[in-house]
T-cell receptor
Framework: AQSVTQLGSHVSVSEGALVLLRCNYS??????LFWYVQYPNQGLQLLLK??????LVKGINGFEAEFKKSETSFHLTKPSAHMSDAAEYFC???????????FGSGTRLSIRP | DAGVTQSPTHLIKTRGQQVTLRCSPK?????VSWYQQALGQGPQFIFQ???????QRGNFPDRFSGHQFPNYSSELNVNALLLGDSALYLC???????????????FGPGTRLTVL
């Protein structure tokens, strides 16, 4: 079954520290991959997307993600966390341009002062 | 350029009632998808509308129905509400269905439905 798994429902880092949010997908064919952020009481905002071009994808707010086919992973990173990064982050996958988007269960990112 | 808009923002209903949620897509978009996001979970796909027809559907009962209008706006209807229907309902818009490049869905802020 097609799925996406986010490891860690809650991640806490200090301000200025590296942010690493993990995402693995299940597929033998490279899918389209997305990271979304959701701030409290708001909808989803696209951070970045992978569409089979460059494997390292840069997004908004200093985030980036690397597509690793051998590991079926698409982990999200940011070199230096900011207090404003505190939010829920969702990894999502789409297996064709005509298929539905499947979301992971989300990872809540907390930033310690 | 307005993004995806949804109304109402919040809604409180009682069990057994019916509810209608509304969505206006981003300018230039013709496809609308609806998602249910229960508290503490990721969004779950309900269905997608394109050219005024339901094109794809997730694992939701027939109590969940929808409609798309000629101006591409959409409604989500839920009949015989259950307590478990309490959730944030998200609308997302995009262009086309089977395009040559993967589209990106733009999400609205959602409608928070509480069923008592």
């Amino acid at each position: 079954a097609q799925s996406v798994t986010q490891l860690g429902s809650h991640v806490s880092v200090s301000e200025g520290a590296l942010v690493l949010l993990r995402c693995n997908y299940s597929s033998s064919v490279p899918p389209y991959l997305f990271w979304y952020v959701q701030y409290p009481n708001q909808g989803l905002q696209l951070l970045l997307k992978y569409t089979s071009a460059a494997t390292l994808v840069k997004g908004i707010n200093g985030f980036e993600a690397e597509f690793k086919k051998s590991e079926t992973s698409f982990h999200l990173t940011k070199p230096s966390a900011h207090m404003s990064d505190a939010a829920e982050y969702f990894c999502a996958v789409r297996y064709s341009s005509a298929s539905k988007i499947i979301f992971g269960s989300g990872t809540r990112l907390s930033i310690r002062p | 350029d307005a993004g995806v808009t949804q109304s109402p923002t919040h809604l409180i209903k009682t069990r057994g009632q019916q509810v209608t949620l509304r969505c206006s897509p981003k300018s230039g978009h013709d496809t609308v998808s609806w998602y249910q996001q229960a508290l503490g979970q990721g969004p779950q796909f309900i269905f997608q509308y394109y050219e005024e027809e339901e094109r794809q559907r997730g694992n939701f009962p027939d109590r969940f129905s929808g409609h798309q209008f000629p101006n591409y706006s959409s409604e989500l209807n839920v009949n015989a509400l259950l307590l478990g229907d309490s959730a944030l309902y998200l609308c997302a818009s995009s262009t086309g269905l089977a395009g040559h490049a993967p589209d990106t869905q733009y999400f609205g802020p959602g409608t928070r439905l509480t069923v008592l």
